[in-house]
């Protein structure tokens, strides 16, 4: 079983106003990187529970449907009395998102210790993390804690997941989390925000030095790069027709842990782990991220679709 920690984001989508109107039609559909991510590994057959704080608003509801619905353990979340997050997403002619997001004093952000105790991640092999949850304050810094304790008997993956707008890059210690993750995957956007100017390999090296195992850099339509303890090989994305990339980027993710579960790799320190099982994950997880760009918003296929 893959455990999930972090947020749930409402993902609304402006429409077309009626002719003469001043109306703006916002469509809302549920999304937050890690609840993505714990979406599509249920999706695909990986037993996921998630760790969240689910709202009683009317998207804490819509989040509750959409998880239970893809077959994700909410056993775990926590009862949270303050609203969901929103996040209200422009798209460009590509079908890339760039959101604006209702995120002070919401639900997401508020994990106390008490809230994050072991028994969370009792029979979990890895536990994912990343995203806002792991720099948005003042939970940040209890879920970074909870992390490095699950360190001690699972495999650790993170995703910074970059957000400007809502974090400073200061915010993102990724070389700290390095420390106790095994597993970093991140967008080439990502990289550049974070390394501005600093070439994939270079920055593979630099956070394998920091500790982690094995690299990720996902590059869109040009496929992944993947790096093990420097040992690198890239992988080429499907050709698709883009809706557009909502969760494109979580749905990699959940490709790529799917296949390393499956194949009975996750659980420690990857120490069994092979180049040329990374290289088939990651050619795996390329085949889920083009299938989710070909429908709107973050809605990761099933199993059998692939």
């Excluded at 749930?8 to 609840?35: I, Y």
């Excluded at 003042?138 to 970074?144: C, D, I, L, S």
């Amino acid at each position: 079983m893959i455990a999930v920690l972090g947020e749930c984001v409402a993902d609304t989508f402006t429409g077309r106003p009626p002719a003469g109107s001043a109306e703006l039609v916002l469509r809302a559909l549920p999304g937050g990187g890690p609840a993505n991510t714990a979406v599509a590994l249920a999706r695909l057959g990986t037993r996921a529970r998630f760790l969240g704080r689910l709202s009683h608003d009317v998207f804490g509801a819509l989040f509750r449907e959409h998880l239970s619905s893809s077959g994700v353990d909410l056993s775990a979340c926590v009862e949270a009395a303050e609203p969901s997050t929103l996040a209200v997403a422009a798209l460009d002619e590509q079908g890339r998102a760039d959101y604006t997001f209702y995120a002070s004093g919401t639900a997401d952000w508020q994990w106390t210790p008490g809230e994050l105790g072991p028994a969370l991640l009792s029979g979990a092999s890895c536990l994912h993390t990343g995203s806002l949850a792991l720099v948005k304050e003042p939970g940040g810094e209890a879920v970074e804690e909870f992390a490095r304790a699950a360190s001690a008997h699972a495999t650790i993956s993170i995703d910074p997941n970059v957000r400007p707008s809502l974090a400073a890059k200061d915010d993102y210690q990724v070389e700290r989390w390095c420390g106790f993750a095994d597993v970093l995957k991140l967008s080439d956007d990502d990289l550049a925000f974070l390394l501005p100017g600093v070439p994939p390999e270079q920055a593979c090296d630099r956070w394998h030095e920091a500790g982690a195992r094995l690299v990720v850099v996902t590059m869109g339509a040009a496929g992944a790069l993947v790096s093990l303890d420097g040992e690198r090989a890239t992988v080429a994305a499907p050709p698709v027709r883009v809706a557009d990339t909502v969760g494109a980027g979580d749905a990699f993710t959940a490709g790529l842990l799917h296949d390393l579960e499956a194949r009975g790799l996750l659980g420690g320190r990857l120490d069994g782990l092979g180049l040329e099982a990374v290289v088939a994950a990651a050619e795996y997880a390329v085949r889920v991220s083009a299938l989710t760009c070909s429908v709107p918003g973050a809605d990761p296929p099933w199993a059998h679709q692939l």
